[in-house]
């Protein structure tokens, strides 16, 4: 159990969970996940973590197939830049460790935005909050448990 896992539970969410074995050193958490589970790797979304005008950390869920787009990030956020946030604060503010950080339960709320790309399946994938683990949820539950609002922040 997650904290991620809890937030669908008590919410009495429709969700799968889908566990692969994690290898330590894969290069990128995301495609390791789209490889292990033979997913689209449009359909598995990632979460990253980035900061606002250089104060205020906001989550940012798009593709394992796209780049984030930090001027889209920071526009969708109403702010004028944004950058990436650095681990040990991603890990500090989320409660999860860097390459299985959920965009469900993190230990604060942060504001949230997920790729617009996200309609276009019925379900999708994110981390469930550890490494080796993912959720499939639909897109529309995603977007309420999370708060977030959708923009184009992907390329």
């Given at each position: 159990?997650t ?7 008590k919410a009495k969410?429709?969700h799968?969970v889908?566990?692969y074995?994690h290898?330590?050193d894969s ?8 490889e292990?589970?033979?997913?689209n790797p449009?359909?598995?979304?990632k ?13 940012a869920v798009v593709p394992v197939?796209d780049?984030l ?9 109403g702010?004028?830049?944004a ?7 991603a890990?500090?503010s989320t ?7 959920s ?5 604060k709320?942060l504001p949230?935005?997920?790729n617009?790309?996200?309609e276009?399946f019925?379900?999708?994938f994110?981390s469930?909050?550890?490494?080796g683990?993912?959720?499939e949820?639909?897109?529309?539950d995603l ?5 977030a ?5 992907a390329k």
């Open positions: 159990m904290p991620a896992i809890n937030v669908l539970k969410t429709d799968n889908h566990q074995h290898d330590p290069a990128s958490y995301g495609e390791e996940a789209v292990k589970m033979g997913q449009h359909q598995v979304f979460t990253l973590l980035v900061k606002l005008d250089g104060r205020q950390l906001a989550v197939a780049k787009d930090l001027k889209a990030m920071a526009s969708a956020c702010a004028k830049k950058a990436m946030a650095e681990q040990q604060e890990e500090r409660g999860y460790i860097f390459g299985g950080i965009p469900l339960g993190q230990k709320r949230t935005v997920v617009s790309s996200v276009s019925d379900t999708v994110v469930a909050g550890r490494r683990l993912e959720i949820l639909a897109p529309a977007v309420k448990l999370t708060s609002r959708l923009a184009v922040i």
